[in-house]
């Protein structure tokens, strides 16, 4: 991809600021990289699937180094050191690491030999290039001192020769380079690049993210039944289930008017052929709606029907803390008639008249697995006009 007269604007680090002169400010030249989010600067580092600009002739912008001391402490005649010859420069700017420092190797520097201000008064030498002249080179090879801070460049040749000191004094001839490139207008606080290429790269050295991610889902299946009182039917669970749910709709006048359960005496599960519990789980004791006198029509419920939908519940990852299995009448017309007694029990005799209405769910915890797994389901109850439905739930952990 190959970008013509973009602009971008940038936050840099504040190490890579380097000085204010003359109204503008210069900073120390920068990889570059974009995520998804937007542009950022990563001090020589890249992100786990990022991309890479790649600025053409983007560099550090006036970065002065050390001064380099030739023949301090010489007369006032003129000197000649044999051939001073430079190869590395020592940056004057201190950074706590090498990956904080704005070079790398293979860089190309644009370095500018200048007269040190701490250089004696008065002194002069013979310089390649000459003093104010600019010269190309390219970083060989970058090293940190932990002691001073400070980052030395190797080019790998020569990139200044001194002779003919003159009045080199106490202080010497000093020399020192500037490192020149691009530099940022603090009115438009923009860098402009006049071509941009833009690469998406890999970094396999850096840690990577997640090689996948888990979600879970609900899958639903249905069913209908014609039966007065049982239902044994097998139905076959998407593979990495954990949980399954059972809803027994009924909107029969014995059920809410809006939502309501099965009249179910009692449940029994299979997990691929194998019985879940060694005995029926009771649920309604009086699930048969006649005699239509007061009895334990609205009661339910057992320690096993709990127990299994505890175990499925901590299967999800979750607690409940409580659990009333049932809704409240929408018509509030003939509901304020109490239970009664008859023979020892205390009910009712229509569910009409009773407020709160049955509605539960089955639950089963199961284990998981890369393949689809058998569920068989058994119900003993008294179903409304000898028909039923069924809604089955499974919690499946799905990746991507």
């Not at 900073?27 to 990563?42: K, N, Q, S, T």
């Not at 993210?209 to 299946?221: D, F, L, R």
């Not at 009924?250 to 008017?257: C, F, L, R, Y």
Request: hydrophobic fraction near 35%; aromatic fraction near 8%.
């Amino acid at each position: 991809m190959h970008l013509e007269n973009i602009a971008l604007d940038l936050a840099f680090p504040e190490q890579n600021v380097l000085h204010t002169a003359k109204g503008r400010t210069y900073y120390a030249g920068i990889p570059l990289c974009v995520d998804f989010f937007g542009e950022f600067p990563c001090n020589g580092n890249a992100l786990e699937r990022c991309f890479h600009l790649n600025c053409i002739n983007s560099v550090p912008s006036d970065h002065a180094s050390d001064p380099v001391i030739y023949e301090a402490g010489g007369g006032a005649g003129p000197t000649d050191p044999a051939n001073s010859v430079q190869t590395t420069v020592t940056m004057s700017a201190v950074y706590q690491s090498l990956e904080d420092s704005p070079f790398w190797v293979g860089q190309i520097l644009t370095l500018t030999a200048a007269v040190s201000a701490t250089s004696q008064a008065g002194s002069a030498a013979t310089t390649v290039p000459a003093i104010g002249a600019a010269k190309w080179a390219v970083v060989k090879g970058i090293t940190h001192d932990p002691a001073t801070k400070k980052i030395t460049l190797d080019f790998g040749a020569t990139i200044s020769t001194v002779t003919q000191v003159t009045n080199p004094g106490a202080a010497g001839y000093q020399q020192e380079m500037v490192v020149t490139g691009w530099d940022a207008d603090i009115a438009n606080s923009s860098i402009e690049y006049d071509s941009i290429e833009l690469t998406a790269v890999r970094r396999t050295d850096m840690d990577s993210g997640p090689k996948q991610i888990q979600y879970n889902q609900w899958m639903v299946q249905s069913d209908q039944w014609s039966s007065l009182s049982t239902l044994n039917r097998s139905y076959f669970l998407p593979p990495r289930t954990s949980t399954a749910v059972i809803i027994l709709p009924n909107v029969d006048a014995n059920g809410s008017k809006f939502l309501g359960s099965q009249r179910l005496s009692n449940y029994r599960f299979t997990v691929n052929g194998e019985s879940v519990t060694n005995r029926p789980i009771n649920y309604m004791p009086q699930a048969d709606l006649n005699p239509a006198v007061p009895n334990a029509k609205t009661e339910a419920g057992s320690a096993l029907h709990y127990d299994l939908i505890s175990n499925s519940m901590m299967n999800m990852g979750m607690r409940y803390s409580s659990l009333q299995e049932c809704v409240y009448d929408q018509s509030m017309t003939d509901v304020n008639t109490p239970p009664t007694a008859n023979a020892g029990l205390i009910g009712y005799a229509n569910l009409g008249v009773c407020p709160r209405k049955r509605s539960y769910m089955l639950a089963l915890p199961i284990p998981e697995s890369d393949t689809q797994t058998q569920l068989t389901v058994e119900l003993e109850g008294v179903f409304a006009a000898g028909t039923g439905a069924l809604e089955l739930y499974s919690y499946v952990t799905s990746a991507i």
